[in-house]
C-alpha cells in the first residue's frame, strides 16, 4: 500500500504494481499538487510529479504557512520592517 504523506512532506511512494492498477488516480493526484515516486523492489524508479504551474490549494496553503509559523523556522520581523525590506529591496 502506498505511504500517504502530511501535506509539506515527503513525495508517497507507491510499488508499481499499485501504480499500474492506479494510474488514472496517480495522475490526479499530481494533477493536483501531489509528487508521487513509484518503487520496484523498494526503490525509488520514476516520479510522477505536478506540472510546474501547479499551485496548492489556498486551504493547503493555508495549512503550510501555519505549520512553518508554528516551526519557528521563519524570521522574526515585524510586517513594517518586512514592508521596509521590500522597499530597500532587501529579500532578509
Do not use: C, N, Y
Amino acid at each position: 500500500m502506498a505511504t500517504a504523506p502530511s501535506p509539506s512532506s515527503s513525495p508517497t511512494h507507491v510499488p508499481v504494481a499499485e501504480a499500474k492498477a492506479k494510474f488514472s488516480e496517480m495522475l490526479r493526484r499530481a494533477g493536483e499538487g501531489e509528487e508521487i515516486v513509484v518503487t520496484s523492489h523498494g526503490r525509488p524508479v520514476a516520479r510522477i510529479v505536478p506540472p510546474a504551474d501547479v499551485r496548492p490549494s489556498r486551504e493547503q496553503w493555508i495549512a503550510d504557512l501555519m505549520e512553518f509559523r508554528r516551526s519557528g523556522r521563519g524570521i522574526k520581523a515585524t510586517r513594517e520592517e518586512i514592508v521596509e525590506w521590500i522597499r530597500e529591496g532587501r529579500r532578509h
